[in-house]
C-alpha cells in the first residue's frame, strides 16, 4: 500500500479499536475466478461479529468461478494481517482453497478509499456500521457478461446471476467495475431486542458482545409524550442488572413511564453512540388515522404484505405496494391522492402527498431498481414541471419534495443511490418502510416534520456531494 492507502488503513482499525474485543467471530465472504497463479477476486467482504449468525457456507465452483466463506483464526490471523496478504502479491492461502489475491492494475496498485465509520446501510437500521474499501483491477475480463450468467444457470446448484450468487454469499451489491475487498465492522452494542413498553412499564437492556467493560456502556433515551420530550436521561454500566448469554453481555433495567409514551433508546460505549431504538406500547393508539385502519385491517397484516412482498412476485404486487405506500402516508398524517393503480391516470404521479402546510410530496414506487422504467427520470421531470406550474399561480413558497420508495433493502439499490441523490430525490427502501411500520403508525401523525426531514435529509446528501467535489 502507498502511504495515503495505509493512512486509510490504520484510521479505520483506529476507530473501532475502542470495541474491537468483541469481534470474536470474524468471517471472510469471496467470489473469484480460478488462475494458475490462484483465484483472482471479483469481490470480497470480511464481517467482524459479536457471534456467527450462520454456518459457513460450502464452497460453490462453476467453471472457473469460485465463492466460499472461510471463518479466519484469530489465533492465527489478525484481520489486518489477512487484508495485507490478499493485496500482496503472493496473496493469501487458504488451506484446500488455494490463494486468493485482490489484482491491482498495472499503473496503480490497490487503493484504500477512506473508511465510512456511519455508513448509510448501518444508519437506515439505527445502528453504527463501520466500512472500510479497498479496489483492485477492473473485473470485467474475468467475469464477462452475459456468459458468466448463463455459466451460473448451468451448474450444480444453478443460479441465476452472478449479482444472485453475491446475494447468497452476503457480498451484497456489485457496484461499478472495480474489484473490491470491504471489511465491515457491525454494532458490538446494541439496544436490546427483546425490550418492550407496556402499559406504564418499559423493560429496557442492552446487548453487547463478551470481552468489553460494562463501565464503558451506557443506555440512553428519551422520552416522548404526545410528540413531547418529557424526559431525557442515561443509565450507566454498573446501574443496570447483567447476566450472561453464550456471546454476548445482557445489561436491563425498568421504569415507569406515561401510558402511550415513545421511548427512543440510545446505547453507546465508550463514549460512541453504538445503536439507536425506538419503542412504543404497540396496543396504546396514539394515532387515531392508525385507529381507523385497525378496523380495516385488524392485525395490520393486508398493510405488512403490501409493504413488504415476498419474492419472486406474483399477481399485482406492484399495485398492492403502490396502494400500501399510499395507505401509509395517509396513516402518518398526509392527504394523499393515488393515481398509479388507475389504467387512465397510470402515466401521471404514482401518489402525491400534501402536508397540512400544504407542501406536496411526489411519489414514485418501484418493486426494483431505482433506475428501472426511467423511473429516476420521470419522477425528477415531474416534480420540475409541478414546481413550475406553481410559480406561475404565484405559490413558489410551497415546497415539493421528489420520493422514490423501494420495496428492495438499502444494499440491493444502493447503485442507483448516487443518481437519485444528484437528482434531489429523496430515497426510501424497505427499512425506511419497517422502521415507519414498527415506530410511525404509533405516534401522533406529524406530515409536516416528516417532510421536513425528508427536506434536511436531501440537502445534506447534496452538501456532501459539493464537499467531496471541491477536495
Known amino acids: 500500500m502507498n502511504e495515503y492507502s495505509q493512512r486509510q488503513f490504520d484510521a479505520f482499525f483506529s476507530a473501532i479499536a475502542g470495541w474491537r474485543d468483541a469481534y470474536r467471530n470474524v468471517r471472510l465472504h469471496y467470489i473469484g475466478v480460478s488462475a494458475e497463479s490462484g483465484i483472482s477476486l471479483v469481490a470480497a467482504r470480511i464481517y467482524l461479529d459479536v457471534a456467527a449468525s450462520e454456518p459457513v457456507k460450502a464452497i460453490f465452483r462453476a467453471g472457473r468461478v469460485v465463492a466460499g466463506q472461510w471463518q479466519i483464526p484469530q489465533s492465527v490471523h489478525a484481520v489486518e494481517n489477512v487484508v495485507q496478504e490478499l493485496v500482496s502479491e503472493r496473496g493469501?492461502?487458504?488451506?484446500?482453497?488455494?490463494?486468493?489475491?485482490?489484482?491491482?492494475?498495472?499503473?496503480?496498485?490497490?487503493?484504500?478509499?477512506?473508511?465510512?465509520?456511519?455508513?448509510?446501510?448501518?444508519?437506515?437500521?439505527?445502528?453504527r456500521l463501520a466500512v472500510l474499501t479497498v479496489t483492485g483491477k477492473n473485473f470485467g475480463e474475468l467475469v464477462p457478461q452475459p456468459d458468466t450468467d448463463w455459466l451460473l444457470k448451468a451448474a450444480d446448484t444453478p443460479y441465476d446471476s452472478l449479482q444472485e450468487l453475491c446475494f447468497d454469499y452476503s457480498l451484497g451489491v456489485l457496484r461499478g467495475d472495480k474489484s473490491a475487498l470491504e471489511v465491515v465492522a457491525r454494532t458490538a452494542v446494541q439496544v436490546l431486542g427483546r425490550s418492550t413498553v407496556v402499559g406504564t412499564q418499559a423493560d429496557l437492556g442492552v446487548w453487547m458482545g463478551k470481552g468489553l467493560d460494562?463501565?464503558?456502556?451506557?443506555?440512553?433515551?428519551?422520552?416522548?409524550?404526545?410528540?413531547?420530550?418529557?424526559?431525557?436521561?442515561?443509565?450507566?454500566?454498573?446501574?443496570?442488572?447483567?447476566?450472561?448469554?453464550?456471546?454476548?453481555?445482557?445489561?436491563?433495567?425498568?421504569?415507569e413511564v406515561p401510558s402511550g409514551a415513545i421511548i427512543q433508546c440510545i446505547a453507546s460505549y465508550s463514549g460512541h453512540a453504538q445503536n439507536v431504538q425506538w419503542l412504543a406500547?404497540?396496543?396504546?393508539?396514539?394515532?387515531?388515522?392508525?385507529?381507523?385502519?385497525?378496523?380495516?385491517?385488524?392485525?395490520?397484516?393486508?398493510?405488512?404484505?403490501?409493504?413488504?412482498?415476498?419474492?419472486?412476485?406474483?399477481?399485482?404486487?406492484?399495485?398492492?405496494?403502490?396502494?400500501?405506500?399510499?395507505?401509509?402516508?395517509?396513516?402518518?398524517?398526509?392527504?394523499?391522492?393515488?393515481f398509479g393503480t388507475n389504467a387512465k391516470s397510470t402515466d401521471a404521479f404514482d401518489t402525491v402527498?400534501?402536508?397540512?402546510?400544504g407542501d406536496i410530496a411526489v411519489i414514485e414506487t418501484t418493486l426494483a431498481l431505482l433506475r428501472a422504467d426511467s423511473k429516476l427520470s420521470k419522477l425528477s421531470a415531474r416534480a420540475a414541471r409541478l414546481r413550475e406550474m406553481l410559480a406561475r399561480s404565484n405559490m413558489k413558497h410551497i415546497q415539493v419534495l421528489p420520493v422514490i420508495v423501494s420495496a428492495m433493502t438499502a444494499d440491493e439499490v444502493k447503485a442507483d443511490i448516487p443518481a437519485a441523490e444528484e437528482?434531489?430525490?429523496?430515497?426510501?427502501?424497505?427499512?425506511?418502510?419497517?422502521?415507519?411500520?414498527?415506530?410511525?403508525?404509533?405516534?401522533?401523525?406529524?406530515?409536516?416534520?416528516?417532510?421536513?426531514?425528508?427536506?434536511?435529509?436531501?440537502?445534506?446528501?447534496q452538501r456532501a456531494r459539493l464537499q467531496s467535489r471541491s477536495r
Open 92 to 127: 493469501l492461502n487458504i488451506p484446500e482453497v488455494g490463494r486468493l489475491k485482490l489484482e491491482s492494475d498495472e499503473r496503480q496498485e490497490a487503493f484504500v478509499s477512506p473508511p465510512i465509520l456511519l455508513h448509510p446501510e448501518g444508519l437506515n437500521t439505527g445502528s
Open 214 to 255: 460494562r463501565n464503558e456502556v451506557k443506555l440512553g433515551f428519551r422520552l416522548l409524550d404526545n410528540g413531547k420530550v418529557v424526559r431525557r436521561d442515561t443509565v450507566s454500566g454498573p446501574q443496570l442488572t447483567w447476566t450472561e448469554e453464550s456471546d454476548a453481555l445482557i445489561g436491563t433495567m425498568q421504569m
Open 281 to 338: 406500547d404497540p396496543t396504546i393508539f396514539k394515532n387515531p388515522r392508525a385507529a381507523v385502519f385497525e378496523l380495516i385491517d385488524s392485525r395490520g397484516e393486508l398493510l405488512r404484505s403490501f409493504l413488504q412482498p415476498e419474492f419472486p412476485l406474483r399477481g399485482k404486487a406492484a399495485d398492492d405496494f403502490e396502494s400500501g405506500i399510499a395507505w401509509l402516508l395517509w396513516i402518518l398524517g398526509f392527504s394523499t391522492a393515488a
Open 353 to 357: 402527498a400534501v402536508t397540512p402546510n
Open 423 to 461: 437528482s434531489g430525490i429523496l430515497v426510501l427502501t424497505r427499512e425506511n418502510i419497517v422502521s415507519a411500520l414498527e415506530l410511525e403508525l404509533s405516534r401522533y401523525p406529524n406530515a409536516n416534520d416528516l417532510f421536513a426531514r425528508g427536506i434536511a435529509q436531501i440537502e445534506e446528501k
